[in-house]
């Protein structure tokens, strides 16, 4: 996609090309939140790309230290930066560096100046902070509407938000794009499933935000409930924050009755709406390039790779003003196309993405490293080093099963279901996720000759 937004920037021969080739039909019933900014012909936002690039490289050097330091080893003095073929010149950034600068030391604005901070999951225990100005809320607010939107809803309508509120994105970002959209939103948040489905029936949500794991619980105590939500005025499903299939998706539009739309996003950029599918093509998620600078790159080399091509997504923030990104290693591995939509829609469109190359799990849409696991196990008494996390779904729910060993042989089933208890209360106090904690005797967990086997995925594959 890289190399189609170079060709753009060069000279009118070129452009003439890219926007015979790349200017879809439209379909005049599309419902467009920014229809000037979503059908931008492709030459012109590359052009707002390279002059937006220019500022939050210019802010980025001149208020956050590490980005200073790293372009200048690259070679960017002052921020300077003449073409978007320079891109790969970059240097990357890792979620390390924001642990390494916990909590505030990657922002570019003064702590004073941010309205609001979130945080998500850390590879150690440390978690990490992200935070915005009021600009940057409005900006999100904006880019949720689209994505709303753009997965079918409509100012009006009801829109039921069953992410979670708190330091997770998902929560506040889902809502604040519902009211800037003109919806009214239900700010549901996670759990109470019996009554989420009480609300959806009598509110009339038209849109069910929620993870797609989440929204098939729903359905399941739904129907063991004998009511059918297919009969709902639910017609949009905005489901995200954790991989999921196709097969997934016609399980879940087969048993509430909607259309379920795919969107992308974390909290290091932005939270939920840096991409999200179109309802008309449910066919890739449209990364808003206006205001994120997308690639792929081969994860082993960091070189860039064609489009249509496997590899690690990289995203560089255009007009954040708290914490800009540059070249952010997502640890998402997905491909991108620049080929036409339907939906009119000129944005590129990042397919399903399909895992992670990190050992970041994701259950039940929380994120999850063995690492935080570990450093909690560690700091308990009566616990061997030596651990195996199993990871199942039953149903629609990911399991987790966390195996330990005793340090001791001994011990009644009395004191060995009171270290189970203690294990599984440390673990959600810490981490925030409920786990199946089964101890072992000394010996019992595998060994390995080479790296230890950590973590045993048997859930399905996403192809
Ligand atoms: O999960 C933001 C979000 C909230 C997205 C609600 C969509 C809906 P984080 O907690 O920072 O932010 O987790 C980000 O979740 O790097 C992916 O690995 C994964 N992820 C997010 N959306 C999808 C998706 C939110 N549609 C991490 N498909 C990302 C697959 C997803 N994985």
Not at 121 to 142: C, H, L, N, P, R
Not at 249 to 261: D, N, Y
Not at 278 to 293: I, R, S
Not at 391 to 419: C, K, N
Request: with cysteine; aromatic share 6%.
């Amino acid at each position: 996609m890289i190399a189609a937004l170079t060709k753009a920037s060069r000279g009118a021969a070129n452009e003439t090309i890219v926007r015979r080739t790349t200017q879809p039909k439209r379909r005049v019933d599309t419902y467009m939140f920014d229809a000037d900014a979503e059908t931008m012909p492709r030459e012109e936002l590359a052009r707002l790309q390279l002059r937006r690039l220019r500022q939050t490289l210019k802010c980025a050097f001149d208020n956050v230290p590490l980005h200073r330091r790293r372009l200048r080893a690259a070679g960017f003095l002052h921020g300077e930066f003449r073409s978007l073929d320079d891109l790969s010149r970059l240097p990357f950034t890792v979620k390390a560096d924001l642990r390494d600068h916990y909590p505030f030391g990657m922002f570019a604005r003064p702590r004073e100046e941010l309205v609001r901070l979130h945080a998500s999951s850390g590879t150690t225990g440390k978690a990490t902070v992200v935070g915005y100005t009021k600009k940057d809320i409005a900006t999100w607010a904006d880019l949720m509407a689209r994505s709303m939107a753009c997965a079918g809803a409509r100012p009006g309508d009801v829109i039921h938000n069953a992410y979670g509120y708190g330091l997770f994105t998902g929560g506040l970002g889902a809502h604040y794009g519902a009211e800037r959209l003109g919806a009214t939103v239900v700010p549901m948040s996670g759990g109470s499933t019996d009554r989420q489905i009480v609300l959806i029936q009598d509110f009339g949500a038209r849109m069910l935000c929620a993870t797609p794991s989440y929204a098939l619980a729903i359905a399941e105590v739904a129907e063991a409930a004998g009511v059918d939500l297919r009969r709902s005025k639910l017609a949009y499903g905005l489901f995200g924050a954790e991989p999921w299939s196709e097969a997934m998706r016609h399980e879940i539009e087969a048993r509430l009755g909607l259309k379920a739309v795919d969107i992308y996003g974390l909290s290091e950029i932005m939270g939920p709406g840096v991409a999200c599918e179109c309802e008309v093509a449910q066919a890739g998620l449209h990364g808003w390039e206006d205001h994120f600078l997308f690639e792929i790159i081969d994860p082993d080399t960091g070189l860039p790779v064609a489009e249509g091509q496997s590899g690690e997504l990289v995203i560089t923030t255009l007009t954040k003003q708290a914490l800009p990104m540059i070249r952010y290693r997502t640890r998402d591995i997905t491909r991108v196309t620049t080929e036409p939509c339907i939906c009119g829609r000129t944005h590129l469109r990042i397919r399903r993405i399909t895992g992670r190359n990190d050992d970041m799990l994701i259950i039940r849409g929380v994120n999850v490293y063995p690492s935080q696991i570990e450093a909690v196990l560690v700091g308990l008494p009566g616990i061997a080093p030596h651990y195996q996390l199993v990871v199942t779904r039953e149903g629609s729910l990911d399991l987790l099963a966390v195996e330990v060993e005793s340090v001791s042989a001994q011990g009644t089933l009395e004191a060995i279901r009171q270290l189970a208890d203690a294990v599984r209360h440390q673990i959600k106090s810490m981490i925030g996720i409920s786990t199946i904690v089964a101890i072992k005797p000394p010996g019992d967990i595998p060994r390995s000759q080479g790296k230890a086997v950590r973590v045993r995925d048997l859930r399905p594959k996403i192809s």
